[in-house]
């Protein structure tokens, strides 16, 4: 293999690895992270001048090695005894299967250059939706929080306090109370003294008897 297909086999295998490395279900930061390199690399006008330059390249190369590949094999006859048997040059066969060889390489190159473009359009379309989902849930949050802020200080708000009126209503009941157990207190008094002085009266009539 020559030394600018062996870099085309290099370069076929790093996007392999960068394809399959796309498609694995990476965190969300991470994929952020890759998308906005790719990003800032696409929008430099030097990386798209060097990509279409080494685009056109690859399909000149896969091009040629597709009309080399196609070029019918010489074959002649080699005749031996009463059989006629067909022979083609080993070169010649070698030629050709080098030839297919870069058509493979060359096509997977043009055909993954189209591919990983479109792999980070659907990251491009995940990594904006998740943001979306993350600022919505964020955004809901916060709702929440003033909600619970709102009602608890609307239920302080609601907390009537008490006129003087009724300040007023609440401690004559007070008063009230307190008078009849204080009256309740004086029939008690009033009638254990009566106990007390009967109680002796009792005692001496029993003795005289």
């Known amino acids: 293999m020559s030394i600018y297909f062996t870099t085309l086999f290099v370069i076929l295998t790093l996007e392999m690895a960068l394809l399959f490395f796309l498609v694995l279900p990476l965190p969300h930061r991470m994929r952020k992270f890759v998308y906005k390199t790719y990003f800032q690399l696409t929008s430099s006008g030097q990386f798209k001048t060097v990509l279409y330059i080494f685009a056109g390249i690859i399909g000149l190369l896969f091009i040629d090695s597709w009309k080399r590949a196609n070029i019918p ?3 002649y006859h080699h005749v031996k005894g009463d059989e006629t048997e067909l022979n083609t040059s080993t070169q010649v066969l070698a030629t050709r299967a080098f030839n297919q060889r870069n058509v493979y390489i060359s ?3 043009l055909y993954f250059l189209i591919g990983i473009p479109t792999v980070f359009s659907i990251i491009r379309r995940l990594v904006k939706y998740q943001d979306l989902l993350i600022e919505r849930a964020q955004k809901e949050g916060k709702e929440g929080e003033t909600k619970d802020m709102k009602d608890e200080k609307l239920g302080n708000s609601n907390k009537v306090e008490p006129s003087v009126k009724e300040l007023e209503d609440m401690l004559h009941d007070r008063n009230v109370s307190l008078e009849g157990l204080l009256a309740q207190v004086k029939n008690f008094e009033k009638y254990y003294d009566e106990m007390d002085k009967s109680l002796p009266e009792e ?7």
């Open 73 to 75: 094999v010489s074959m």
């Open 107 to 109: 096509g997977f190159i």
């Open 203 to 209: 005692v001496s009539v029993k003795k005289t008897k």
